[in-house]
T-cell receptor
Framework: AQSVTQLGSHVSVSEGALVLLRCNYS??????LFWYVQYPNQGLQLLLK??????LVKGINGFEAEFKKSETSFHLTKPSAHMSDAAEYFC?????????????FGRGTQLTVWP | NAGVTQTPKFHILKIGQSMTLQCTQD?????MYWYRQDPGMGLKLIYY???????DKGEVPNGYNVSRSTTEDFPLRLELAAPSQTSVYFC??????????FGPGTRLTVT
């Protein structure tokens, strides 16, 4: 069965610092992987996705993530944090077989950006 | 193209009452989903549908029911509401690319 672990429920960085949000997955089939962002009182918005093409994926707002099969990881990074990046971030892995089309979400990481 | 819309945005329900959360998508997506989001718990799948007339249970279906009579609509029914159903509910849809598109959510309080 597919599952996602996000290390760190809260991450705090200073404005201009590197952002690193960790995601590890387990999947019984080659996965599709996603990062979503949720701003306060809003729905989830897709940041980026890995669908078995390039292992380094670039998304919106300067974020990127690298798929590492040997480490079963898909960590999200941004070189320089901005105040507007403060939000909750969710990693998700696709289902397979009888769960085709479904996504399995991690518990989320709340990112705080200090001025 | 409105995407995924949900109504209502907010609602307060008394214990034991019933209500229906509405979800509509205009992207001709065959898959639709209902999630609930509780603080620190991520998203839990309640029910999903792979097409009109076909629904299936997710991880946390107890206390809920769904129907899918059209491609566009996927209402979620709460029967005999309980305080444990206080949550934020999200509807989502996708086609074949796995990427799910989310609605803005319904914040429900059962008191």
């Amino acid at each position: 069965a597919q599952s996602v672990t996000q290390l760190g429920s809260h991450v705090s960085v200073s404005e201009g610092a590197l952002v690193l949000l960790r995601c590890n997955y387990s999947s019984s089939v080659p996965p599709y992987l996603f990062w979503y962002v949720q701003y306060p009182n809003q729905g989830l918005q897709l940041l980026l996705k890995y669908t078995s093409a390039a292992t380094l994926v670039k998304g919106i707002n300067g974020f990127e993530a690298e798929f590492k099969k040997s480490e079963t990881s898909f960590h999200l990074t941004k070189p320089s944090a901005h105040m507007s990046d403060a939000a909750e971030y969710f990693c998700a892995v696709s289902g397979g077989g009888s769960t085709l089309g479904r996504l399995y979400f991690g518990r989320g990481t709340q990112l705080t950006v200090w001025p | 193209n409105a995407g995924v819309t949900q109504t209502p945005k907010f609602h307060i329900l008394k214990i034991g009452q019933s209500m229906t959360l509405q979800c509509t998508q205009d992207m001709n997506h065959n898959y639709m989903y209902w999630y609930r989001q509780d603080p620190g718990m991520g998203l839990k799948l309640i029910y999903y549908s792979v097409g009109a007339g076909i629904t299936d249970k997710g991880e946390v279906p107890n206390g809920y029911n769904v129907s899918r009579s059209t491609t566009e609509d996927f209402p979620l029914r709460l029967e005999l509401a309980a305080p444990s159903q206080t949550s934020v509910y999200f509807c989502a849809s996708n086609k074949d690319s796995y990427e799910q598109y989310f609605g803005p959510g319904t914040r429900l309080t059962v008191t």
